[in-house]
């Protein structure tokens, strides 16, 4: 549960006093921004196909413990709030759903295609796309000479251009569950069901140079969603609604992430906010150290 926010000089504020007065005496942001990025969906006992698809742990956490948020972190959330009212408008948007104790959100129906919106940074955005690099041809300087590495394990080989191509195999994870979700929802739900499905991915540091050293070219890319077998995506919901559920009645924390789950530890150490709570964590250390 969201309960206060990290200041700029890293001390803590509880939200709620924060409205009223700045601890720094000078806010950080207009008072509209943070009460904007300060705004969480009440836990009403009905878990959603977004938390199902975290890890147990993280999502029973966020659920039991008192969480913080750096202002500076949560930009790029209200961005794509936003991002999402102002393109859904086809010819069915935000149709909520509800089935077997789960709901969710279907962003996109449109031209009998499933489409659901993203946005997100360069790093996933390369795995999600496929892409890999490849040498392209020599580089060569004004004189026409060929131009080579001076250090480094390739010293004295020519240079070459660095091309990157889709041929990799695309690493959709997480989406690709929850895409088939809302899939196999809005079936039973509607009765509709799409002969595509797509994701509208914007990357949220497109044009910037790191983005551009992962092969990064465009600020929105659409990605081909694989139908996956209907009664393996309920199942792996349904087991992830029972252990969410058994959690919280029983107050004891679940497993740890896996590894895709908490991204080889990266969610961990950067993205996830609840890893100082969370006891067992293969990456609890280097966590706390930067806490501390």
């Known amino acids: 549960m969201l309960k206060n926010f990290i200041c700029p000089d890293k001390g803590e504020i509880e939200i709620k006093e924060c409205f009223k007065n700045c601890r720094m005496g000078c806010r950080c942001a207009p008072l509209g921004y943070l009460k904007a990025i300060s705004e969480e969906r009440v836990w009403e006992g009905v878990p959603s196909v977004t938390q199902l698809i975290k890890g147990t742990r993280q999502a029973y956490l966020e659920l039991t413990e008192d969480c913080s948020l750096d202002p500076q972190d949560a930009l ?10 102002k393109i859904e408008d086809g010819d069915l ?6 089935v077997d104790g789960i709901k969710g959100t279907l962003d996109l129906i449109e031209d009998d295609t499933l489409y659901d919106h993203k946005l997100t940074g360069s790093y996933k955005a390369q795995k999600v796309l496929g892409l890999q690099k490849f040498d392209g041809p020599e580089i060569y300087d004004d004189a026409g000479l060929p131009v080579k590495y001076v250090r480094g394990p390739r010293k004295g ?5 660095i091309i990157w191509k889709r041929s990799g195999t695309p690493d959709l994870n997480d989406w690709k569950l929850q895409v088939n979700k809302y899939r196999t929802m809005a079936y039973k739900q509607y009765g509709y069901t799409p002969s595509k499905m797509k994701i509208f991915m914007g990357v949220r540091d ?3 140079k790191i983005a551009r050293e992962r092969g990064i070219d465009n600020k929105f890319y659409l990605v081909d969603v694989p139908f996956m077998d209907d009664e393996e995506v309920d199942k792996y919901f349904e087991t992830k609604k029972m252990l969410l559920l058994s959690a919280l009645e029983t107050k004891v924390c679940p497993e740890p992430c896996t590894p895709e789950e908490s991204w080889d530890g990266r969610r961990c150490l950067e993205y996830c906010p609840v890893a100082k709570y969370c006891v067992g964590c293969p990456y609890k250390t280097e966590v706390l150290e930067e806490d501390e």
């Open 206 to 208: 497109s044009g910037l």
């Open 93 to 98: 948007a935000e149709l909520p759903l509800l």
């Open 157 to 161: 080989q020519t240079k070459r251009e």
């Open 76 to 85: 790029y959330r209200l961005i794509g709030t936003g991002y999402h009212g």
